[in-house]
């Protein structure tokens, strides 16, 4: 039974199969491939997009969804092995993994770290035990990646872009005024450099470079397409004739958990936000960004107001590559 936690565990051709039957959704054809079936969706974090996004999408391919509140209108879950439950969680994912998989025929996560301890967090405790645990496939609708967002950020790139091998990719650090998750970054990361393309991110100092799972992975996709990953804090080099422009902002890992020292690397990153002058260095590139944005803030008016945006785009894509995604593993042998 396949779940879909990361594009790291898919293959591209695998991945494109995926973003060929959204592309197929996205121009109107119509699937009733999950008649008879539903979805439980597990809110820890809040949610617009991704809310909306797989409720109508299951509801479009003929299931159900049912919605739960993780965090208020749930049990508390209790995720590590051999806990002894005394604090205020009610119940262990063995049992409520188990349990939902008696009823559902898919359980989808969105559960954000803590901003406690990286070592720990990085390995995704939640999702990672409802995975082990369940007996439907599981999705991933954000955790330390953000793999659906990657799938719609691909399928814009392809329709303005055409074949992305060999395209100059540009992840660039924006300011923010608070430590961000790394998700979306570490997900931009790994599929641009999955599909090939010449992948550079701007940081405002090396500290900013993401864990180390995340970069020697894309390092490797890289090599495996023949093209190549570069960090820089040179706004002018990173900009210059590039394809696509990527923005996001997040906290320096070696300060989580702890970020009261992160200030003065922050603020060597404060004239980061995109704007027509930097823009005017790329290859007349698309931009774009996961939202919610700060206008104004990570990227200026005249750009996120400009043809060249594709954020729009990007968040309506999500409908239409989570339906794939859905469908792709509600199709499995084994599921319900």
């Not at 409520?96 to 720990?120: E, G, H, N, T």
């Not at 999705?139 to 055409?162: D, F, R, S």
């Not at 107001?305 to 469908?327: C, T, W, Y």
Request: proline share 4%; net charge negative.
């Amino acid at each position: 039974m396949r779940h879909f936690l990361s594009t790291a565990d898919w293959s591209k051709s695998d991945l494109q199969g995926l973003l060929d039957r959204a592309q197929a959704f996205k121009s109107g054809e119509v699937s009733r491939s999950l008649e008879g079936k539903s979805i439980a969706l597990l809110f820890f974090n809040p949610s617009l997009r991704t809310r909306s996004s797989f409720d109508i999408g299951a509801h479009q391919l003929g299931g159900h969804a049912i919605v739960l509140d993780a965090k208020g209108a749930t049990w508390p879950l209790e995720f590590s092995d051999g806990a002894i439950m005394d604090g205020t969680a009610e119940e262990h994912v063995r049992e409520a993994a188990r349990v939902l998989s008696s009823y559902v025929d898919l359980i989808a996560i969105r559960c954000f770290p803590d901003f406690k301890d990286w070592k720990s967090e990085r390995e995704d405790p939640m999702i990672t035990a409802f995975a082990e645990h369940a007996t439907v496939p599981v999705i991933n609708m954000e955790t330390i990646v953000h793999p659906c967002q990657e799938l719609a950020l691909m399928l814009a790139l392809q329709n303005h872009l055409g074949d992305v091998k060999g395209k100059d990719f540009l992840l660039t650090w924006v300011p923010h005024p608070k430590p961000l998750n790394t998700a979306v970054a570490n997900s931009a990361l790994l599929i641009a450099s999955k599909f090939g393309m010449n992948v550079r991110m701007l940081v405002p100092d090396e500290i900013y470079r993401l864990d180390d799972r995340y970069m020697s992975a894309a390092q490797s996709f890289v090599e495996a397409e023949g093209a190549s990953l570069t960090v820089t804090t040179d706004v002018e080099a990173a900009y210059s004739g590039v394809d696509a422009v990527y923005a996001k902002s997040w906290g320096a890992i070696p300060f989580y958990g702890q970020w009261e020292g992160e200030a003065e690397y922050r603020a060597k990153g404060a004239d980061f936000m995109i704007t027509p002058e930097k823009m005017a260095l790329t290859n007349q590139a698309v931009v774009s960004h996961c939202l919610p944005m700060r206008r104004n803030v990570k990227i200026a008016d005249a750009v996120v107001d400009s043809p060249a945006f594709l954020g729009i785009e990007e968040a309506g894509n999500r409908l239409h590559v989570q339906k794939a995604v859905m469908e792709t593993l509600a199709s499995q042998d084994g599921s319900q």
